[in-house]
T-cell receptor, first 114, second 114 residues
């Protein structure tokens, strides 16, 4: 069975602060994909990043960065210099390529105050 | 513009009635998914389809039914057997269920039982 745990239910920061969203996963598969999605108030989930299980390189995209550590089964997401527009619910997901389906965490609601 | 269209955005249903949620995509994606989202919870998979005329139950399929007669359409019927249907329903698609698994989401349908 697969499981994704996002321990932080809600996070509130002040604009320009850095913030890290944690994601820990469980799977017996050796090949899998990890994702982060953003859900703004409009409701539609927006894809942010995909990482496969064989690629542990960290990635930076503008103010966003991701730290994948297979040894601790974690795929954490950091927003640097947060902005009010970053306020949303963020989901971490684990995709099982054999079954063709994903397991989502419960999400972290991020509120960035001006 | 390519994307996923869910309709209606809001839906009210009387207890005991069946209701069908529409999901259409023009991305030429093979795989399509239905998720249910409850407040404070992540997305739970209801049904998914990796190819036309084929679909599989997800984690919470009881009380729901789907069809996949056309590649671009994956309607979800919430039947009277679903005990607690009030929720936010999200449809998604991906190129396939394997390596190209980034999912594109619709804007969701909020179903309320009155």
């Amino acid at each position: 069975a697969q499981k994704v745990t996002q321990a932080q239910t809600e996070i509130s920061v002040v604009e320009k602060e850095d913030v890290t969203l944690d994601c820990v996963y469980e799977t017996r598969d050796t090949t899998y994909y990890l994702f982060w999605y953003k859900q703004p108030p409009s409701g539609e989930l927006v894809f942010l990043i995909r990482r496969n299980s064989f690629d542990e390189q960290n990635e930076i995209s503008g103010r966003y960065s991701w730290n994948f550590q297979k040894s601790t089964s974690s795929f954490n997401f950091t927003i640097t210099a947060s902005q009010v527009v970053d306020s949303a619910v963020y989901f971490c997901a684990l995709h099982n390529t054999n079954a063709g389906k994903s397991t989502f965490g419960d999400g972290t609601t991020l509120t960035v105050k001006p | 513009d390519g994307g996923i269209t869910q309709s209606p955005k809001y839906l009210f249903r009387k207890e005991g009635q069946n209701v069908t949620l529409s999901c259409e995509q023009n991305l030429n994606h093979d795989a399509m998914y239905w998720y249910r989202q409850d407040p404070g919870q992540g997305l739970r998979l209801i049904y998914y389809s990796q190819i036309v005329n084929d679909f599989q139950k997800g984690d919470i399929a009881e009380g729901y039914s789907v069809s996949r007669e056309k590649k671009e359409s994956f309607p979800l019927t919430v039947t009277s057997a679903q005990k607690n249907p009030t929720a936010f329903y999200l449809c998604a698609s991906s190129v396939d269920g394997g390596f190209n698994t980034e999912a594109f989401f619709g804007q969701g349908t909020r179903l309320t039982v009155v």
